[in-house]
């Protein structure tokens, strides 16, 4: 089983980084009792700051996804709350291991559909005291909520933080492939200005956070 290393702990919660590929990383939270931090679980610990300054710093994956969708036309690339990559692990990790993109089912695909947005291919940034009403940001950083949005933007702007990149998967890059892909989405600490990337979960680079209530609590 891989090593979790418990770097936050307070009162009523406690997070993780685990440095494996999805399909080892997913169940060494989940026999501990924790679970892949979401987005907006992500920012709330990163403005509680002095939980850790692990929490600030770190570049982590999250428990959403990104779906990459060639066009005849126009390609595009969507994050989505539920990742596709979560229920094929290990086919996933297996295709990006050999340097391929997973490519979900079509079942799949309309699920991750669902609830999500759209995202410029070649990626944008966004000003964080925009928060409040860019929809990309109330999407990824609020979960629909536009004050938990602003709230976090208000958060950065006072560590120093102008704009938040969002990066996407390069139309040319799209148009080489046949089917829709998918990937995880990570999150940057401060140093990394809070970015959200798409990217591939076989290697041990970058981890991903686990969080769970401490006991006595319940989230």
């Known amino acids: 089983m891989e090593e979790l290393q418990i770097d936050i702990t307070r009162a009523d919660t406690e ?13 060494a939270l989940r026999s501990r009792g924790f679970h892949v931090i979401s987005l907006l679980e992500a920012t709330e610990l990163m403005m509680r700051r002095d939980a850790s300054v692990a929490a600030t710093e770190d570049c982590h994956f999250v428990r959403e996804g990104a779906l990459s969708l060639p066009g005849a036309s126009e390609a595009s690339t969507r994050f989505v709350r539920r990742s596709p990559l979560l ?9 990006h291991e050999t340097g391929n993109e997973y490519d979900p089912p079509d079942e799949h695909l309309d699920l991750a559909l669902r609830d ?7 990626g944008v940034e966004i000003p964080t005291s925009r928060f409040g009403s860019n929809a990309i940001a109330i999407w990824a950083f609020g979960e629909g909520d536009e004050e938990r949005a602003r709230a976090y933007g ?5 560590q120093g933080v102008e704009a938040v990149p969002i990066v ?5 890059y799209q148009s080489q492939q046949r089917r829709p892909f998918a990937r995880q989405l990570w999150i940057g ?3 990394a200005r809070s970015c959200l990337f798409p990217g591939r979960v076989a ?16 989230n």
Do not use: N
Not at 15 to 27: F, G, I, Q, R, T
Not at 116 to 122: M, R
């Open 189 to 191: 600490g401060l140093t």
């Open 87 to 95: 229920d094929a692990m290990a086919q996933a990790v297996a295709c």
């Open 15 to 27: 997070s993780c980084l685990v440095y494996a590929p999805l399909d080892k990383a997913w169940p």
């Open 154 to 158: 208000t958060y950065l702007a006072r």
């Open 168 to 172: 996407g998967v390069s139309q040319s």
């Open 116 to 122: 999500s947005i759209e995202i410029p291919s070649e």
């Open 203 to 218: 290697d041990y680079d970058v981890p991903f956070r686990g969080i769970r209530p401490r006991k006595g609590h319940r």
